[in-house]
């Protein structure tokens, strides 16, 4: 698709007020999903460096021709495959900025206390929300020019919308739906990595949950802090 092209789909804004400019964005290829997001204006991109984080940065890099900027928060609980998968992404060329640089197993136990053997009661929630989460929302806070934005990778219609709003950040996942294997193939074919799996504790009480970042990520609209 063209720049002229792009130029003619709704705005943000429509698409997250009108349903038919919605299902125009819907109805684009992951390729045009992301042309149009780049259009939009600045955007937030994280990395949690799992089997399937190349998919945004190649994404991005097959229709800008460079990686975009991203951010990992390290909640200081990453076993050594995430680590391996994402020296392995930076070593490509792309721009990681690595949030809580240095923040280990000890700082929790000390912080915290062995929170990953029951991922469960207040010290947990308390350790998730300090470590996982707060490193982020400050890095927002602080930025002069806020990202409109957050592009995820989230598959499997894991949310029920591919544009919604969470915490006056509006989040975009241009492959929810698509399954995990039909994403696997659409790396493969854009040259990108698929890398080991490896369970993060913070998803808890079962690993293939969500961390809550959508949740607890954002503008806060509300008045509420980081």
Known sequence: MDNMNIERLPCLEEVLQNEEAYKAIVSLSV???????????????TTAANETSEAIPTLWHSVSGKYPKMYFTNHGLYPEQRWNNLYNMMEKGMDIEILNLGYTEKDVEREYGKVWLSQEGEEFEKWRREQKHAPLNEKLAGMEDKPIMWVQGITDWREDRIIKRYNGLVQFYPFVDMTKSQLKELITEMGGTIYGKSDDVAKSPHTKLECGNRQSIGMFEDGAGI
């Open 31 to 45: 390729f045009d999903r992301a042309r149009w997001a780049i259009a939009q204006g600045k955007l937030l991109m």
